[in-house]
């Protein structure tokens, strides 16, 4: 355990899901797609999701890294939607000679992973391909329940509910954990396969054994999880309407992890349309559902830091 | 004729307070004729915006019809399209007019932007509303789109090409020059002729000159282009558009002040807001 010094840190670089979202509605929560940098007390740094909250990342990194040479940056993905990798080009370090990008994903379908990421640097959409930049590219096939080592993460993979598949991370470090779950419908409903869904599909016999076997996948895994940050992009009333989108709300995500041992919740992949008004009432509202459950609640917010581990946090979001 | 910029910012969307007053969402501008027709140029985030308020009317019910141009296909310009609601509603007609960048046809290359690995859409066959995707040939040619004259041409843009715009409605004309990079001997004839007598050009001008001076062959326009182009062309105003994502509102205003001592011609930069009269 660790004492005085912060254990494994997490920062926020983009909070929203689907699209990013400029604007005076936006400007306390963010408006920018899931990012987030996971550093452990000896430097050790993933990078979680590579959406557009990664440039400002890379930014930040590329100043670190003028003063150093050949770094080697871990990019995480649960999946790759463009809300989850369209900052890739623009991360500034890739462009500089000497850095080695490892990247890890989900391999959802017989193409293999290099072609998938290469695919969304083509001519057609950027100026410059994933072959071209001087930076080394190197992918990893993520498989649920495999254990990874990073550095000094120790990383579960976990499978969640989304369309084409999608992968949640428990990451052990510092004696602590986190958990970063995001896409995930609910696992009662249906299933998300690779298939288009114009509207809720009922599931089958089948379908509901794969769904509980995943829910207690995501249970075991989360059990004793100091922060386990979740996809809530909607409210309830919005999933009664979009219930085949890949999305949970707060109370889904509560129902999950209550009677875990986990001490904290981290609502994520903010929907596009929630204001900054309509973030507080959420804010309000599942800080309280939290605390008759005991656990603490918080709301990301881009560019927000929290102390993963209870030895030096006083449990006080910002 | 009016026009209403809905994105102005080039490369990536900019969240965040200092990027307010100009926005901060990727290219998409509508342009309105007196009649009420009205064509879209471009896809970027600032279509979602404009999607909430084309719902509320005929899109909403899908009796709706909009002419899409798109200059390229760059994602800071098709990155709104898989957002686009009215999309999602069977019965509008939604026709998109552009050009292959590369030897694959428009077509595939916005279904590639929505093959299952990359969105939850699966391809476009699977919207509602149906796209029909029009071809337009490289070379300057004119296009039929309802209510106005409108011409294309193609424009460099650093190692690749992309489509300029003029549209001519109500005895009004716009041209719409945006993601170019001209040769060191200046504009080409092609960005001339789109912008002859245009009583509004949109003129990318992602960097100042001093920033553009390490920035050359990344295929965009310092300001001294979109005015040189302006003067040449005999324009009545022209709007600085495709703003760095880099270039905060403050930063803006500075190059605004710094272009309008270089030139007599009306000068300022786009700005997402309401619908200005041309």
């Keep these: 355990m660790g004492y005085n010094r912060a254990e494994m840190q997490v920062t926020f670089w983009g909070v929203r899901g689907s699209y990013p979202v400029p604007g005076p509605d936006t400007v306390r929560y963010g408006g920018h797609t899931s990012c987030v940098e996971v550093r452990s007390d000896d430097g050790g740094c993933l990078i979680m999701d590579a959406g557009t909250g990664l440039r400002a990342l890379g930014q930040k990194l590329a100043a670190e890294q003028a003063a150093h040479s050949a770094w080697h940056y871990h990019v995480v993905l649960s999946h790759v939607h463009w809300d989850h990798i369209q900052g890739l080009p623009f991360f500034q370090p890739a462009y500089m000679p000497g850095t080695r990008i490892s990247i890890y994903a989900l391999r959802a379908a017989a193409d293999e992973l290099q072609q998938v990421i290469s695919g969304i640097t083509r001519h057609e959409f950027f100026p410059v391909t994933l072959q071209a930049v001087p930076a080394d590219f190197e992918f990893h096939e993520v498989l649920p329940g495999r254990q990874l080592s990073i550095d000094d993460f120790e990383i579960r993979p976990v499978a969640l509910n989304h369309p084409f598949g999608a992968v949640g991370y428990r990451i052990n470090a510092d004696g602590t954990s986190l958990s970063y779950i995001s896409d995930t419908a609910p696992f009662t409903g249906l299933l998300h396969k690779q298939h288009f869904l114009a509207g809720p599909e009922e599931a089958s016999d089948d379908d509901r054994k794969v769904l509980a076997g995943m829910r207690e996948g995501l249970v075991n895994t989360l059990r004793g999880c100091d922060t386990v940050i979740f996809d809530t992009q909607f409210l309830p009333e919005e999933f009664e309407k979009f219930p085949h989108w890949g999305h949970s709300t707060p109370d889904h995500a509560l129902d999950l992890v209550k009677g875990l041992g986990i001490r904290r919740l981290v609502l994520y992949h903010h929907a596009p349309g929630h204001s900054d008004k309509v973030m507080d009432t959420i804010e309000d509202t599942y800080r309280r559902k939290g605390n008759d459950l005991g656990i603490q609640v918080v709301v990301a917010r881009e560019r927000m830091t929290l102390q993963v581990g209870q030895v030096t946090d006083p449990g006080v979001g910002p | ?278």
């Design chain 2, 1 to 278: 004729m009016k026009v209403r910029f809905w994105g102005v910012r080039g490369s990536f969307a900019t969240p965040g307070p200092h990027y307010l007053r100009y926005g901060g969402n990727t290219p998409a501008v509508e342009i309105t004729n007196d009649a009420g027709r009205r064509v879209l140029i471009d896809l970027g985030t600032g279509v979602t915006e404009l999607a909430k308020q084309l719902m509320l009317g005929e899109f909403g019910e899908g009796r709706g019809t909009l002419p899409v141009l798109l200059t390229h296909t760059h994602l800071d310009h098709i990155q709104g399209l898989p957002f686009f609601t009215p999309f999602f509603i069977k019965g509008n007609k939604i026709q998109i007019h552009g050009a292959a960048l590369t030897g694959l046809p428009l077509a595939a290359v916005l279904q590639n932007q929505l093959n299952g690995h990359y969105s939850p859409l699966y391809g476009l066959e699977n919207l509602a509303a149906g796209v029909a995707v029009e071809a337009i040939e490289p070379g300057a040619t004119s296009l039929s789109v309802e209510g106005f004259e409108v011409s294309a041409a193609t424009l460099p843009h650093g190692g690749t090409w992309v489509l300029g715009f003029r549209f001519e409605a109500d005895g009004k004309t716009l041209a719409y020059l945006s993601d170019v990079e001209y040769p060191v001997e200046g504009p080409t004839p092609e960005a001339l002729a789109l912008a002859r007598g245009a009583d509004l050009l949109i003129h990318d001008a992602m960097f100042s000159d001093a920033e553009y001076e390490s920035r050359a062959g990344w295929g965009h326009s310092p300001v001294s282009s979109a005015i040189s182009v302006a003067e040449r062309s005999g324009v009545g105003k022209v709007a600085l558009f495709h703003h760095s994502p880099d270039s905060t509102d403050a930063e803006i205003d500075t190059i605004v002040a710094d272009a309008r001592r270089r030139t007599s011609i009306s000068l300022v930069a786009a700005a997402e807001g309401p619908a200005i009269e041309i």
